[in-house]
C-alpha cells in the first residue's frame, strides 16, 4: 500500500523525527501538513516548519506549513481546517510532538510540568479529537485512516516513575490515548497505535540533555522507515505498541546498521520505558 495522495498531519514535524516522517511519507508522494512552532531557526534548534516543507516538496510531496502550539485549541481547529480547504481531509495524524525533562519532583517547576503535559497528553488528545471527522470521513471513503503515536509501551515498574515522575506522566498520557482511542474508534474503521525506539534517538531535543553522546544513538530514519510500515498496513491493525527494531525485523529488515550515527556501533544508549 502506498501513501500516494493520502493527507498526513503530523505534529512536530519541523525537525527529527517528525521531519523524517514527513519525508519518507512524502518519497510516495502524500500531502504533509507540517504543525509545528518553530518559524525562525536558532543554533539549538536548526529548522523550521519552512525549511522542512521544503524538504517534504524536494522528496516528492506537497507540504502545508503552519506554525501551531498544539496547547492551543483554537489554533489546533484552525490547522484542522486549513489542511481539508487545501488537501481536501485528513487521512492520518502522527502525534509526534513532545516535550521532555528528565527532573525529579523536587526539580520540576510546574511551569515544566505543565509543558510537558499540555504539550504530549493533551497535546495528543486535542488532535486526536480535532481530526477525528475527518479520520471517520476518511474511514467511509475507505483510505485506511490511522492515529500514530509516537508514545512508549506502558509498564507500571517504580522504575521508570521515580527519577522523573513528572515526564514519564506526560509520556505515558500519549500511551494511554493509544490504549483508549484504538478501542473507542475501532468501530470507525480507524486504527490507533503507537510506536517507540529500542535506542536513543539523535534529534535535536536530546542534544539538549546534559550527558548523552550522540554518537551512542540511531538517526530518526529507523523510525521513519517503521512508521511507514505501520501507516502503509492493511486497516484494522490497532491497539498495538510497537518497537522500531522488532517491526522492521518482523517484515526482513535485520540489519540496522545504517542506522547507526557511529557505522559499527554495538551498544547503544536504551532509551526509555524499555524493559
Not at 493527507?7 to 511519507?25: K, M, P
Not at 506549513?65 to 492520518?92: K, N, T
Not at 498495538?240 to 535485520?254: I, K, P, Q, R, S
Request: net charge neutral; glycine share 8%; proline share 5%.
Amino acid at each position: 500500500m502506498s501513501l500516494k495522495g493520502k493527507t498526513l498531519f503530523i505534529t512536530g514535524a519541523s525537525r527529527g523525527i517528525g521531519l523524517a516522517i514527513a519525508r519518507r511519507a512524502a518519497a510516495d508522494g502524500a500531502n504533509i501538513v507540517i504543525l509545528a512552532k518553530t518559524t525562525e531557526a536558532t543554533p539549538k534548534l536548526p529548522g523550521t516548519i519552512y525549511s522542512a516543507a521544503e524538504e517534504v516538496q524536494a522528496a516528492g510531496g506537497q507540504a502545508l506549513p503552519l506554525a501551531v502550539d498544539i496547547r492551543d485549541e483554537d489554533a489546533v481547529l484552525a490547522a484542522v481546517a486549513q489542511a481539508v480547504q487545501r488537501f481536501g481531509g485528513i487521512d492520518m495524524l502522527v502525534n509526534n510532538a513532545s516535550a521532555i525533562s528528565l527532573t525529579d519532583t523536587e526539580n520540576t517547576p510546574m511551569k515544566r510540568y505543565d509543558l510537558m503535559n499540555g504539550i504530549n497528553a493533551r497535546g495528543t488528545y486535542l488532535c486526536t479529537q480535532a481530526c477525528l471527522a475527518e479520520l471517520k470521513k476518511a474511514a467511509l471513503a475507505g483510505r485506511n485512516p490511522q492515529v500514530l503515536n509516537m508514545s512508549p509501551p506502558l509498564s507500571m515498574k517504580p522504575h521508570w516513575f521515580e527519577n522523573h515522575t513528572a515526564y514519564t506522566m506526560a509520556k505515558y498520557g500519549m500511551s494511554m490515548c493509544t490504549l483508549g482511542h484504538a478501542a473507542e474508534f475501532k468501530k470507525c474503521g480507524i486504527a490507533v497505535n503507537s510506536l517507540w525506539p529500542r535506542t536513543a534517538i539523535a534529534t535535536a531535543a536530546l542534544q539538549m540533555i546534559p550527558g548523552v553522546d550522540v554518537a551512542l544513538c540511531r538517526k530518526p530514519e529507523i523510525l521513519s522507515d517503521a512508521a511507514y510500515l505501520i501507516l502503509t498496513s492493511a486497516g484494522g491493525d490497532t491497539g498495538n505498541f510497537y518497537m522500531d527494531d522488532l517491526l522492521l525485523a518482523a517484515h526482513g529488515v535485520t540489519d540496522l546498521d545504517k542506522y547507526s550515527v557511529t557505522p559499527g556501533t554495538k551498544d547503544f544508549i536504551p532509551d526509555f520505558f524499555v524493559d
